[in-house]
């Protein structure tokens, strides 16, 4: 069964950092782009980052390019979004899922869709 798990949510300061971990079982995640999105209340969902299997480029949208890094450990089999200097509006959940498409906006997957439950960031002011 292929299964991504999310962990590293929890209750955080403004201006804290954070590190979000996907685990992957059951599949080679390495062998899949890899996305983070996130689904803030009230809002509609947004894809966050991007990482190509095909050129291995990490594509992060604009709005948090200076705060968000997404990596990726092939022999962990995991992924990694790295937050810095968190805000109130990156409150959301946040979800890892193969195999997403670098064109983040489109929100679109290419051979398969692979979703994690999620984990729930919260950035008190």
């Known amino acids: 069964q292929w299964q991504l798990v999310e962990s590293g949510g929890g209750l955080v300061q403004t201006g804290t950092s954070l590190r979000l971990s996907c685990v992957a079982s059951?599949?080679?995640?390495?062998?899949?782009?890899t996305g983070w999105f996130r689904h803030a209340p009230g809002k509609k969902r947004e894809a966050v980052s991007c990482?190509?299997?095909?050129?291995?480029?990490?594509y992060v949208i604009d709005s948090v390019k200076d705060r968000f890094t997404a990596s990726r450990d092939h022999a962990k089999n995991t992924a990694y979004l790295d937050i810095d200097s968190l805000k109130p509006e990156d409150t959301a959940v946040y979800y890892c899922?193969?195999?997403?498409?670098?064109?983040?906006?489109?929100?679109?997957?290419?051979?398969?869709?692979?979703w994690g439950q999620g984990t729930l960031v919260v950035v008190s002011s």
């Open positions: 899922a193969a195999d997403c498409d670098p064109d983040l906006p489109i929100q679109r997957f290419r051979y398969l869709e692979v």
């Open positions: 059951g599949f080679s995640l390495g062998r899949y782009a």
């Open positions: 990482i190509s299997s095909d050129d291995g480029m990490t």
